[in-house]
């Protein structure tokens, strides 16, 4: 069964650093696409920094280009993000997620990815 397992995040003050951590089951990882993304109560899940497979194209949001940098490590199964000078709009759900076809592009449309992990709260307090 293919499972991505995220960790980390939780309550952090403005201006403060998170990293998010998620480590996936899934075979073909190191062919992926893979790609964070956020939901804020109320709203749609949006993209937040994707990668493709190879790990070469990355893309960020435009709220947190240089804040935030997405990577990962296929040795170990696993993919990040981390998350700098973050601000009360930074809060809400954070997913990881993988692309299912091998060597495809990233995607910023969350309906392109067909694994998800369960999703991990990030509170930033002002």
């Known amino acids: 069964q293919v499972q991505l397992v995220q960790s980390g995040g939780g309550l952090v003050q403005d201006g403060g650093s998170l990293r998010l951590s998620c480590a996936a089951s899934i075979r073909t990882f190191s062919r992926s696409a893979l790609g964070w993304f956020r939901q804020a109560p109320g709203k749609e899940r949006d993209f937040v920094a994707v990668?493709?497979?190879?790990?070469?194209?990355?893309d960020y949001a435009d709220s947190v280009k240089g804040r935030f940098t997405i990577s990962r490590d296929n040795a170990k199964n696993t993919m990040d993000l981390q998350m700098n000078s973050l601000k009360p709009e930074d809060t809400a759900v954070y997913y990881c997620?993988?692309?299912?076809?091998?060597?495809?592009?990233?995607?910023?449309?969350?309906?392109?990815?067909?694994?998800w992990g369960q999703g991990t709260q990030v509170t930033v307090s002002s």
């Open positions: 990668m493709n497979w190879s790990g070469l194209n990355t």
């Open positions: 997620a993988a692309k299912r076809n091998y060597y495809s592009d990233y995607s910023k449309n969350p309906d392109e990815y067909e694994y």
